[in-house]
């Protein structure tokens, strides 16, 4: 055999035998992998809504468990029903239920970031007014600086706030640069947060990605400032 | 004793200190800086890298009398980044949260030209339970100059070690101020040459 020959065929069944280990590995841990994928994301809709705590540490299945008790996700449909079914061709929506009805209503939030997308979730009250919570999940943000968007501090500050003016049109709720008692007048205060120094780029498109977002979801925000929001029944 | 003096535990101890992969060879510096920022990915990024060292060496020794001289750095390779992709695999499975803390690190453990760099001059010539020890020396070597950094970093930066608070209360209350600094790559690169410089001058006494 020549020497090239068997250069080939050393080269390709080490491949081989590097391809059946991976994927042996691969499958074999798929279940655990996607478990653990599905769980950040019911852990991070938790935390839009306060039920967790972001200082602690919850388990895994206590996560599974609260998520399961408190939240029911549907399907925003073209129409503005809510409904249960895949989100093909609607919008993704959870619902944090007490009582028997929603307390608030959780949003996916994908918008674009200075160094990459920023995605979160961001809670409203059921008057379909006031931010109820804001988490960060994952973004590719300079450290220290644009990055300072995924701790607590920050996404305190949207607590509160609102996505209408006081006449009751929407605006969204914006990042400013600097503090907003220094640079926004008093009655539109509602509809701002401080923002983060060193990081006015950031601020400027997350702001940017919010009101795209909460625009896609006016005709749910509306329904519930009328009080009458229509929940899939069973759940 | 005599395992202490045996050339398998030398091939161990050697890199931990006297020829440490960071400070004597000057490799996988890189990763150094990134990755040491909170004392706990430190730590696992070390385990990962260590194994992979060492079960590469393993690996790559016990093929060394059939790997055809023209295509062993592919065969090198191929064996490191395999188990570069099963490191990062049965992280995303076991420790999900550390995993996206270290998001791209482990796999640039590819990269880290220590793990190459043992293959090629050491495990190519030496029997597979040295080439195993002597992979398993670097990656602790590499382990220990992690740690170290890492250690301060946190602890100067953060004012905890492994999420724990260390400073207490009543300093942060006095006026003390966590060194911001610290979080940044530079302060990693300070913190490396200065360890350098007192690693040469103690083992020159």
Known sequence: MSDQLKSILFTAAVALVCSLLLTAAASGLKARKLRNVAVDRQKNILKAVGLIDPDQTVSASQIEQRYAENIRCYTLAGTGRIVDGDTSDGL????????????????PVDSRGLWGKIHGYMAIEKDGKTVAGFSVYSHNETPGLGGEIEKPWFQKNFVGKKIVDEKGDFVSVGIVKGKVTDVIAKAQQPNYVDGISGASLTGKFLTGGLKKVLMEYEPLSEQFRKGAVDLPAGG | ???????????????????????????????ALAVTVQLQTAVVMALAMTSVTAFSSLTISSMRKVIPRNVRMIVELSVIASLVILADQLLRAYLYEISKQLSVFVGLIITNCIVMGRSETYALGNPPIKSFMDGLGNGAGYGLVLVTVAAIRELLGAGKLFGFAVIPQAAYDFGYMNMGFMQLAPAAFIIIGLLVWLQKTLMKE
């Open chain 2, 1 to 31: 004793m005599k395992l202490l003096q045996s050339p398998t535990f030398k091939a161990f101890s050697e890199p931990l200190v006297k020829n440490n992969p960071v400070f004597i060879q000057s490799l996988g510096i890189c990763s």
């Open chain 1, 92 to 107: 993704p929506v959870c619902f944090y239920i007490k009582d028997g009805g929603a307390a608030a209503y959780i949003l």
